[in-house]
């Protein structure tokens, strides 16, 4: 359905920021005594930066032509740049029957139909932000890469605040992981903060899942009245070096699939929240680490906190008193890396086998594509890993059949690179040094 024009109007509210548009409201809200904390006069250009980040998608979906009534957002460069990026994920959801160039010249065309309506506001550029507090906030979601966040900031001696984002279209998930949430407080004492995000149900869950695009940035703006309230020093995402590969497609444009993920653009993130006044560290503990290490060190050293891992995003009814659906591409991968490690799947409550042949379509190992990137190159590993450990399945027979002699004759250097220590971009001198050795410790036997 094609829409003439669709106006989308912000405006504050006592705790927060309200969106509306066709006839419905969205309410973005935080605890009253913490909102109060973010400074009056960043609230507006915030309203403006985060009704944009989280309704642009709607240009690429019938809405001919999107009015705002706010001014150009000085963060509109920085979203457009995103976009582009992330539209490598979206062909490969769509197993390449989308093309790069056709989704970029779409998105660039409808673009130019985007209206604001008055002049620029006066930016100030103060940094204001009054991270007093040796604390770090950290977006929570039970995942092995948040857990391990969470446990080595707490042997760093920062103390963690979580902010789980409670998704209108992911009921599944965010009843599970109440319940995670419930028995975790009791176990570490500490709170997960749930933060409903209303205009989530402005996204797709069918087609080119619109909508998911710019994840990362719009709960990086989300959290920055947190950064004030909690005067927090940091702000720690959990992504790992995995997260900045590349690999180029079959039409020749390269691909990251969780660019948003990126150190690069995490240090962009950094740079967009100065708008708002923040002079917080945004880093990530775990990106010299590779996502094979990071499971590792988290069961290995941690395996208190391991036990709570949920990676499983389905939404499927029959799934809904189950951590793990059996059925998606992060099951198999994490199943695959318990399996090689000597990780019994049962302490997280994964009880299906994932090497059946019908599993073989999530893995990436076996894709007919033919990748070679290192997301292909880190299950070569972990394959070979489980066949020594003797493993059994009818993958781990395929696996035999025709990666065994790849990935022995490779297995120096693949441990090398997926158990080594890599360099960071995020990370200051006085979180490195404590974390690097950490990781030697735990992954100087493995490489």
Not at 29 to 46: A, G, H, I, K, S
Not at 331 to 360: H, N, Q, R, W
Not at 381 to 403: C, D, P, S, T
Not at 428 to 440: A, F
Request: aromatic content about 16%; glycine content about 4%; proline content about 5%.
């Amino acid at each position: 359905m094609n829409h003439p024009a669709t106006y989308v109007y912000r405006k504050l509210i006592p705790n927060g920021v309200e969106i509306s548009l066709e006839r419905k409201t969205y309410q973005i809200t935080y605890p009253l005594t913490l909102w109060q904390q973010f400074p009056e006069f960043f609230r507006q250009n915030f309203a403006d930066f985060l009704t944009y980040a989280l309704t642009v998608h709607l240009c690429l979906n019938g809405h001919q032509k999107l009015i705002y009534n706010f001014p150009h957002p000085p963060i509109e460069p920085f979203i457009f740049e995103s976009m582009m990026y992330s539209f490598g994920e979206t062909v490969l959801i769509s197993q390449n029957k989308l093309l790069m160039r056709d989704l970029i010249k779409d998105f660039y065309n409808k673009n130019l139909n985007i209206e604001f309506t008055g002049r620029p506001r006066f930016s100030r550029f103060k940094n204001i932000a009054r991270n007093t507090k040796n604390r770090v906030i950290i977006p929570f979601s039970f995942g092995k890469d948040s857990l391990l966040t969470f446990a080595l900031s707490r042997e760093l001696g920062i103390e963690p605040q979580l902010v789980f984002f409670q998704e209108p279209k992911s009921p599944y998930e965010n009843r599970q992981k109440s319940k995670l949430a419930d028995r975790f407080a009791k176990n570490f004492s500490i709170d997960v903060n749930f933060f409903p995000v209303a205009p989530g149900r402005l996204r797709h869950n069918e087609g080119n899942y619109w909508g998911w695009d710019l994840l990362f940035t719009q709960y990086t703006l989300m959290l920055v009245p947190y950064i004030f309230g909690l005067r927090a020093r940091y702000l720690f995402w959990s992504h790992e070096f995995d997260c900045n590969d590349f690999f180029a497609n079959h039409e020749g444009y390269k691909i990251n699939p969780v660019f948003e993920q990126s150190s690069r653009w995490l240090l962009v993130l950094n740079n967009v929240a100065r708008f708002l006044g923040s002079n917080v560290l945004f880093a990530s503990l775990i990106e010299p680490i590779n996502e094979i290490s990071t499971t590792w060190i988290l069961h290995h050293r941690y395996p208190e906190i391991a036990k709570f891992q949920f990676s499983c995003f389905a939404e499927e009814k029959d799934r809904a008193n189950r951590r793990w659906c059996g059925r998606c591409e992060k099951c198999a991968t994490i199943y695959l890396f318990f399996c090689a490690l000597g990780i019994d799947p049962k302490v997280v409550s994964f009880k299906e086998s994932m090497f059946g042949d019908e599993k073989k379509k999530l893995f990436v190992l076996f894709d007919n594509l033919e990748r070679k990137d290192t997301w292909r190159d880190q299950q070569l590993l972990a394959f070979l890993l489980a066949y020594k450990k003797g493993i059994k399945g009818e993958l781990i027979k395929e696996f035999k059949i025709k990666y065994l002699k790849e990935a022995e004759a490779r297995e120096r250097e693949l441990r090398s690179y997926f158990f080594g220590i890599h360099p960071s971009d995020t990370l200051t001198y006085e979180l490195k040094s404590h974390l690097l050795k950490i990781y030697q410790e735990e992954l100087s036997s493995l490489q």
